[in-house]
T-cell receptor, first 113, second 114 residues
Framework: DGGITQSPKYLFRKEGQNVTLSCEQNLNHDAMYWYRQDPGQGLRLIYYSQIVNDFQKGDIAEGYSVSREKKESFPLTVTSAQKNPTAFYLC????????????FGPGTRLLVL | GNSVTQMEGPVTLSEEAFLTINCTYTATGYPSLFWYVQYPGEGLQLLLKATKADDKGSNKGFEATYRKETTSFHLEKGSVQVSDSAVYFCALSNGSGNTGKLIFGQGTTLQVKP
């Protein structure tokens, strides 16, 4: 079955530590996205990638970094510079940026120890 | 800039009641409009969409009509079930420029009681 997988489901970060969230898709989609969701709020865009080896900052990129070395993979690193990382992180993909429908993974919940 | 406003929740209904969740938007150009649903602890699932004015999106008994004159995309269902309990998000596409960016409302929680 085609879809988007995210791992781990839960992730714990210590102070000063960088952590990486995995996002993999087998839908053959060109575009991929990372969103952050806080309780009672909508989704906010962190980074997006239109094609392999290319990515752009979204609305809240500070304290995060990404890479897009393979079409199917778009990992997100939460760096120590992100002072309030506790949130639910959602990865999404679309066929391309012109095809606007996005399909979401199951999410990773990041907690700070 | 573009924005989406949803009615505040939680919305609490009895099973088989009629559902309306209001969504209004501000946008330049001709965005597409979406409703996504999120069940507890899960990611978002596309519920329905409409790509131009007067289009009606529908799925699983839910409907929404793209109303350009009132800049609205209200979600409706004639008879809700307990299994419809979830958070519902209205969203619009950027509409101009090829970024693929979606702008989401804050979400509306629906609780359906037996």
């Amino acid at each position: 079955d085609g879809g988007i997988t995210q791992s781990p489901k839960y992730l714990f970060r210590k102070e000063g530590q960088n952590v990486t969230l995995s996002c993999e898709q087998n839908l053959n989609h060109d575009a991929m996205y990372w969103y952050r969701q806080d309780p009672g709020q909508g989704l906010r865009l962190i980074y997006y990638s239109q094609i392999v080896n290319d990515f752009q900052k979204g609305d809240i990129a500070e304290g995060y970094s990404v890479s897009r070395e393979k079409k199917e993979s778009f990992p997100l690193t939460v760096t120590s510079a992100q002072k309030n990382p506790t949130a639910f992180y959602l990865c999404a993909s679309s066929i391309d940026v012109a095809r606007e429908t996005q399909y979401f993974g199951p999410g990773t919940r990041l907690l700070v120890l | 800039g573009n924005s989406v406003t949803q009615m505040e929740g939680p919305v609490t209904l009895s099973e088989e009641a009629f559902l309306t969740i209001n969504c209004t938007y501000t946008a330049t150009g001709y965005p597409s409009l979406f409703w996504y649903v999120q069940y507890p602890g899960e990611g978002l699932q596309l519920l329905l969409k409409a790509t131009k004015a007067d289009d009606k999106g529908s799925n699983k008994g839910f409907e929404a009509t793209y109303r350009k004159e009132t800049t609205s995309f209200h979600l409706e269902k004639g008879s809700v079930q307990v299994s419809d309990s979830a958070v519902y998000f209205c969203a619009l596409s950027n509409g101009s420029g090829n970024t693929g960016k979606l702008i989401f409302g804050q979400g509306t929680t629906l609780q359906v009681k037996p």
